[in-house]
C-alpha cells in the first residue's frame, strides 16, 4: 500500500524491509533528519560508538558473527571518512556491509561546502557498489539494490550517500518484499566438476586447503564430508579458521607465515592441494611460485576473478562452495590414503608447538582462555602477534568464532566488532584479544560498552612494545627497535575504569585464571590487562617472501 513518507522515513522502511534490527553509528548535520526518523521507531536499536571507525567495525563484527548485513551510519564529510578504514577492513573478507552517510544538498555539491566529501567516489575502489542518491524517486530501489549486492555472490560492502535534501522530500513509498538470494550454481560446470574427480582420483598424497568462502557458503557441513571421503589432511587459513573441526584427527593446523610446520611441509609435499574458498594470499602462499609446487592444484572459489590470480591451478570449479562440495562428494569414491596420512600424523607428532609451558605468555593465555570457556566463545582479534596466538592456541570447532581482520590487517579493529558480536549474539561469551598497541587505537570503544552494559571481556596482551613488528626488528633488523617501544605511563586499568568497565592488571598465571573467572561471571564489560615478557615471539614462521617450508622457529634457531 502507498502512502507519502520523507526521504528519511523511506530509509528507514527499506531498512525494516530487510530485516535490519540493529544500526551502529554517529549522528552529524547531514544526516540529521534521517536520526529523527529513527527516533520514532524502537524497533530498530542505534548504537552510539565513540568514533565513526568503531561504528563500521561492530557492524563488520555483527555480520561475520551472524551472516547477516551488517549495517552503520555517519554524516558527511570526517563522519563518512573515518568509515573508510572499516569499510576497506570489509571488503578485502568478504564481508556484507551496508553504510549509510548523508551529504550537502544537491545545490551545495562541488562547491567545498562545509563537510562536503565525495564519499562515493573516496570508497569506490573499496566497495562492491557506491552510490550518492540526488533524487528521491531512487531512494528505495538503491538502498534495496544495495541490500541485494552486498549478499549476492561473494559478499562485500556497499555505501549508498544520500543529499540532505532528498533526506527531506516527500515521495510515495510502497512497501516490497527483500530479493531473494541464491546460490551461485549456474557456474559449475560438469566438465569442471568431472576434471576435479580425475585429480582426486588419482592423487596419493592429497591436501585440502580452506578459506573463509568455506564459512560464507555455509559448507562446513559439507567440507567434512568431502575431507572423510578423499581421507585427506586439512589445514586452513586465518579466514578459513572453525571451518573445520580444529580437534579433528585430519586437521593439522593453520597454513602460512605463521602456520604449522606440517601444514607447510605437508602441503609442499603433497601431490594434489585441493583449494576451497581461499584466494592464496601472500601470508599462506610465500614464494607464490614454489607454493606447493609438487602437487597439482583445484581451486574452487566463487569468484572466477581469482582463478589463477595470485597461483596458476590445474583445475578449477567456479561458484558455491556448498553445492560444489556436495556434488565432488557425490562423484568420488571412498579413499584410502593410509601411508599419507601416517606421514602427516608423524609429522604432527614431531612438530608440536615449542612455546614454554606454565609462565605468563600470550600462548598460554589463550590456551588458558579455550579452557576456561570449554572452547565455547566468540573470539576477536585486533592484529598481530596477539592475532596469531588466538589462530593458533584456540581450538575453532564450527565457523564465526573467530572474526578477525585477515586481508587488511587492521588495528584497532577487534573491540569494535567484539561489541557488535554479542550485540548480535548476546547468549554467547565474546571476548576480544588485542596487543597493547592496538587497543590504544580504539579503547575509545569501552565507553560504548560501558554505555550500553555490553558484558564484553577485553583481554589486552601488553608486552609494551608493538610486538609483530618488534619481532621483525629483532629477527631481520640487526634489533634497532625504531619506534616500536610503548613503555610510557599509560595505566590500561585506571583508563578503563574511566570509561566504565571493570579491570585488572595480571602478572601470572594463577592471577589471569582468577580475573577471568570473575569476568565470566560478570554482566559488564570487562578488561584484563595481562603483562607479559617484550621479546615473546610468534612461532613458527617464514621469512617474507620466502617459500613456506621454510619456516622455523626457536628450536632452529
Known amino acids: 500500500m502507498k502512502q507519502q513518507l520523507n526521504g528519511s522515513e523511506i530509509v528507514i522502511e527499506c531498512l525494516k524491509e530487510q530485516g535490519v534490527d540493529t544500526v551502529f553509528g554517529y549522528p552529524g548535520g547531514t544526516i540529521l533528519n534521517i536520526y529523527d526518523a529513527l527516533y520514532k521507531h524502537e524497533e530498530i536499536k542505534h548504537y552510539l560508538t565513540s568514533h565513526e571507525q568503531g561504528a563500521a567495525h561492530a557492524a563488520d563484527g555483527y555480520a561475520r558473527a551472524t551472516g547477516k548485513v551488517g549495517v552503520c551510519f555517519a554524516t558527511s564529510g570526517p563522519g563518512a571518512t573515518n568509515l573508510v578504514t572499516g569499510i576497506a577492513t570489509a571488503y578485502m573478507d568478504s564481508v556484507p556491509l551496508v553504510a549509510i552517510t548523508a551529504n550537502v544538498g544537491v545545490s551545495l555539491l562541488g562547491k567545498d561546502t562545509f563537510q562536503e566529501i565525495d564519499i562515493a567516489g573516496v570508497v569506490m575502489p573499496i566497495t562492491k557498489y557506491s552510490v550518492i542518491v540526488k533524487d528521491i524517486k531512487d531512494l528505495a530501489p538503491t538502498i534495496r539494490r544495495a541490500f541485494k549486492i552486498a549478499k549476492s555472490g561473494r559478499p562485500g560492502p556497499v555505501l549508498v550517500d544520500i543529499t540532505k535534501d532528498v533526506t527531506a522530500a516527500m515521495y510515495d513509498y510502497e512497501p516490497e518484499k527483500p530479493a531473494k538470494i541464491k546460490a551461485v550454481t549456474e557456474t559449475i560446470k560438469d566438465s ?5 574427480a580425475k585429480l582426486i582420483e588419482k ?26 571421503k578423499v581421507n585427506a589432511p586439512v589445514c586452513d587459513t586465518l579466514m578459513g579458521k572453525g571451518c573445520f573441526d580444529g580437534n579433528d584427527p585430519l586437521y593439522t593446523g593453520m597454513i602460512g607465515m605463521h602456520g604449522t610446520k606440517t601444514s607447510n611441509y605437508g602441503v609442499t609435499k603433497c601431490d594434489l592441494l585441493i583449494v576451497v574458498g581461499a584466494r592464496f594470499s601472500d601470508r599462506v602462499t610465500g614464494d607464490a611460485k614454489k607454493f606447493a609446487s609438487n602437487a597439482k592444484i583445484i581451486h574452487i572459489d566463487i ?12 583445475s578449477s570449479v567456479v561458484g558455491d562452495a556448498k553445492a560444489i562440495l556436495k556434488k565432488l562428494t557425490q562423484m568420488i569414491e571412498k579413499k584410502n590414503n593410509k601411508e599419507w596420512i601416517a606421514e602427516i600424523k608423524a609429522m604432527k607428532k614431531q612438530y608440536q608447538s615449542c612455546y614454554p609451558k606454565d609462565v605468563l605468555t600470550g600462548p598460554n593465555v589463550i590456551s588458558r582462555i579455550y579452557s576456561l570457556t570449554k572452547g565455547d566463545a566468540v573470539i576477536t582479534t585486533d592484529v598481530g602477534q596477539h592475532q596469531m596466538w588466538a589462530a593458533q592456541c584456540f581450538k575453532y570447532d564450527e565457523p564465526r568464532k573467530l572474526l578477525t581482520s585477515g586481508g587488511l590487517g587492521t588495528m ?7 561489541i557488535g558480536a554479542k550485540v548480535a549474539c548476546p547468549e554467547k561469551t565474546v571476548i576480544n584479544i588485542a596487543g597493547d598497541g592496538c587497543f590504544r587505537m580504539n579503547m575509545n570503544e569501552i565507553a560504548t560498552a560501558s554505555r550500553y552494559n555490553i558484558p564484553i571481556i577485553q583481554v589486552v596482551i601488553n608486552n609494551h612494545v608493538l610486538g609483530m613488528v618488534r619481532q621483525w626488528q629483532t629477527l631481520f633488523y640487526g634489533k634497532r627497535y625504531s619506534n616500536t617501544v610503548l613503555n610510557d605511563s599509560v595505566d590500561f586499568v585506571k583508563v578503563s575504569e574511566g570509561l566504565g568497565a571493570t579491570a585488572f592488571k595480571v602478572t601470572t598465571l594463577k592471577e589471569f585464571d582468577s580475573a577471568f573467572k570473575k569476568a565470566l561471571k560478570s554482566n559488564k564489560p570487562v578488561v584484563i590487562d595481562v603483562q607479559i615478557a617484550e621479546d615473546d615471539k610468534v612461532w613458527p614462521m617464514v621469512p617474507g617472501g620466502k617459500p613456506i617450508d621454510s619456516c622455523f622457529d626457536e628450536t632452529d634457531l
Open 192 to 196: 569442471d566438476l568431472k576434471a576435479a
Open 203 to 228: 592423487a596419493e598424497k592429497p591436501y585440502i586447503l580452506v578459506g573463509g568462502g568455506v564459512t560464507i557458503s555455509g559448507a562446513a557441513k559439507e567440507l567434512r564430508a568431502f575431507a572423510e
Open 303 to 314: 569468484d572466477p576473478a581469482e582463478i589463477n590470480k595470485n597461483v596458476i591451478v590445474d
Open 412 to 418: 584497532g579493529y577487534g573491540l569494535g566488532a567484539c
